[in-house]
């Protein structure tokens, strides 16, 4: 049997760099205030169709729908800020404070093509300002994806930062534009061409260099934004510039994702190849409400966890700490005095490994060794006959017999040396 394709398997040995990811990402978050959200994994499909947008790549070819028993149409979700817009109009999260700061991990789904860091089920950590028009708000959020990127190791990186401008401004550019590229509608390639009738945004971050070249004579965005969309961008730049953030302002980012305006941003970094963006995000001042909330600005970012490992993996080191002892028993019928010790254990919180195979001792104790275990339990007929246990010290084959009544003193002192 195989895991089903574009999906994996996360084994204990690579579970360490994930709790190191969640652990890193809650104590930045939390320090700022941000709050995890857990939010289900299925959504209504309509909630997709109605915030990424009809003509986008995910809701056009990526996504994993299917109708249930109830004949509902059901999507697992493609990604997390319309679930969390949902959340937040559902629970009416804006009865409470003013600004909702929310953060998640979890599983995402997207029917694409798997490659290196990219999967068809994947995750993402998330994080979402709801509630803030002021561009303070975008700059605390980049500024968090760039402070966890740090810590993570992950130094090597490019922020590209654009203003894409509100729903009126793009609208006039969007006409313009597809005046513009109506004139070489016969160099465009299909996907383009495609896009020119659906979503001609989308043209500008084509990676096909022809259609770069066309585009670099083609009205440009930023000319038809007004002072507004400016302002908002430009107080951005002056933070990140105090910040010594540094930043690319990429004239053509406009990101794959309909309820975007003003700021959208991208971080990518030259160790992964060509799924070279590890993060992308946005300001959405539209989408609460046009899913039938309250008029609520939001801004925020999701960053590609597998991503993020393929970089790390390399990076960090984590230290493994596996000391436990080993608990070798001899005799099946005086397996209920084992428990008395494995409750002491735990009290004094010692990590141990019970060993279950009803092999002679020898064999047990060549386990032990084979695990590089410092000190291994004997629990064998003769210690429960004379109420004492072995302690044997495997790396200098000494031993010593502990009494019950004394183990949990030893114990508290043993903790120090393994
Ligand atoms: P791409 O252009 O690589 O397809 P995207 O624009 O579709 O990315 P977003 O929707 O912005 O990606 O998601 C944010 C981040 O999630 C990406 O930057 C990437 O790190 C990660 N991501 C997106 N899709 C996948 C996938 N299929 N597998 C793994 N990671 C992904
Ligand atoms: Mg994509």
Request: charged share 25%; net charge positive.
């Given at each position: 049997?195989?895991?089903?394709?574009?999906?994996?398997?996360?084994?204990?040995?690579?579970?360490?760099?994930?709790?190191?990811?969640?652990?890193?990402?809650?104590?930045?978050?939390?320090?700022?205030?941000y709050?995890?959200?857990?939010?289900?994994?299925?959504?209504?499909t309509?909630?997709f169709?109605?915030?990424i947008?009809?003509?986008?790549?995910?809701v056009?070819?990526?996504?994993?729908?299917?109708?249930?028993?109830?004949?509902?149409?059901?999507?697992?979700?493609?990604?997390?800020?319309?679930?969390?817009?949902?959340?937040?109009?559902?629970?009416?999260?804006?009865?409470?404070?003013?600004?909702?700061?929310?953060?998640?991990?979890?599983?995402?789904?997207?029917?694409?093509?798997?490659?290196?860091?990219?999967?068809?089920?994947?995750?993402q950590?998330?994080?979402?300002?709801?509630?803030?028009?002021?561009?303070?708000?975008?700059?605390?959020?980049?500024?968090?994806?760039?402070k966890?990127?740090?810590?993570?190791?992950?130094?090597?990186?490019?922020?590209?930062?654009?203003?894409?401008?509100?729903m009126?401004?793009?609208?006039?550019?969007?006409?313009?534009?597809?005046?513009?590229?109506?004139?070489?509608?016969?160099?465009l390639d299909?996907?383009?061409?495609t896009?020119?009738?659906?979503?001609?945004?989308?043209?500008?971050?084509?990676?096909?260099?022809?259609?770069?070249?066309?585009?670099?004579?083609?009205?440009?965005?930023?000319?038809?934004?007004?002072?507004?969309?400016?302002?908002?961008?430009?107080?951005?730049?002056?933070?990140?510039?105090?910040?010594?953030?540094?930043y690319?302002?990429?004239?053509?980012?406009?990101r794959?994702?309909?309820?975007?305006?003003?700021?959208?941003?991208?971080i990518?970094?030259?160790?992964?190849?060509?799924?070279?963006?590890?993060?992308?995000?946005?300001?959405?001042?539209?989408?609460?409400?046009?899913?039938?909330?309250?008029?609520?600005?939001?801004?925020?970012w999701?960053i590609?966890?597998?991503?993020?490992?393929?970089?790390?993996?390399?990076?960090v080191?984590?230290?493994?700490?596996?000391n436990?002892?080993?608990?070798a028993?001899?005799?099946n019928?005086?397996?209920?005095?084992?428990?008395?010790?494995?409750?002491?254990?735990?009290?004094?919180?010692i990590?141990?490994?019970?060993?279950?195979?009803?092999?002679?001792?020898?064999?047990?104790?060549?386990?032990?060794?084979?695990?590089?275990?410092?000190?291994?339990?004997?629990?064998?007929?003769?210690?429960?006959?004379?109420?004492?246990?072995?302690?044997?010290?495997l790396?200098t084959?000494?031993?010593?017999?502990?009494?019950?009544?004394?183990?949990?003193?030893?114990?508290?002192?043993?903790?120090?040396?393994?």
């Amino acid at each position: 049997m195989q895991p089903l394709r574009g999906t994996k398997d996360i084994l204990p040995d690579e579970i360490i760099f994930w709790q190191h990811i969640y652990n890193i990402a809650y104590e930045i978050l939390t320090s700022s205030n941000y709050h995890e959200i857990r939010t289900p994994l299925l959504e209504n499909t309509d909630l997709f169709h109605r915030s990424i947008g009809n003509y986008t790549d995910i809701v056009n070819k990526e996504m994993y729908s299917f109708a249930d028993q109830g004949n509902r149409n059901i999507t697992l979700r493609p990604e997390g800020t319309a679930s969390i817009a949902r959340a937040f109009i559902s629970n009416k999260l804006y009865l409470t404070p003013k600004i909702n700061r929310l953060w998640y991990l979890g599983a995402m789904f997207r029917y694409e093509r798997p490659q290196k860091g990219r999967q068809r089920q994947f995750h993402q950590l998330g994080i979402e300002c709801i509630g803030s028009t002021s561009p303070i708000a975008d700059v605390e959020v980049i500024r968090l994806a760039i402070k966890i990127l740090e810590e993570l190791k992950c130094i090597e990186y490019t922020l590209e930062i654009n203003s894409i401008g509100d729903m009126e401004e793009r609208k006039i550019y969007e006409l313009e534009l597809i005046n513009y590229l109506n004139n070489y509608k016969n160099d465009l390639d299909i996907e383009s061409q495609t896009r020119l009738n659906t979503n001609p945004l989308r043209i500008l971050d084509s990676k096909n260099s022809k259609i770069q070249e066309i585009l670099l004579e083609a009205p440009k965005l930023k000319n038809f934004l007004q002072s507004k969309s400016m302002n908002h961008f430009n107080e951005i730049c002056s933070h990140l510039n105090y910040l010594n953030i540094s930043y690319k302002i990429n004239e053509n980012l406009v990101r794959g994702l309909d309820y975007y305006n003003y700021t959208a941003f991208e971080i990518t970094t030259q160790r992964l190849g060509t799924q070279n963006t590890i993060c992308g995000g946005g300001r959405y001042d539209q989408l609460i409400q046009q899913l039938g909330g309250p008029k609520t600005p939001s801004v925020g970012w999701a960053i590609g966890i597998e991503r993020l490992m393929i970089i790390i993996q390399n990076q960090v080191k984590i230290q493994k700490n596996d000391n436990k002892i080993y608990i070798a028993i001899q005799n099946n019928k005086i397996q209920n005095r084992i428990w008395n010790v494995i409750k002491m254990l735990e009290e004094i919180k010692i990590k141990f490994e019970l060993d279950l195979s009803n092999n002679s001792l020898y064999k047990q104790l060549k386990r032990a060794n084979h695990l590089c275990v410092k000190v291994c339990f004997i629990i064998g007929e003769e210690e429960i006959k004379n109420d004492y246990i072995t302690i044997k010290w495997l790396k200098t084959r000494t031993q010593q017999q502990v009494k019950l009544y004394h183990l949990k003193g030893y114990l508290n002192y043993l903790k120090n040396y393994i």
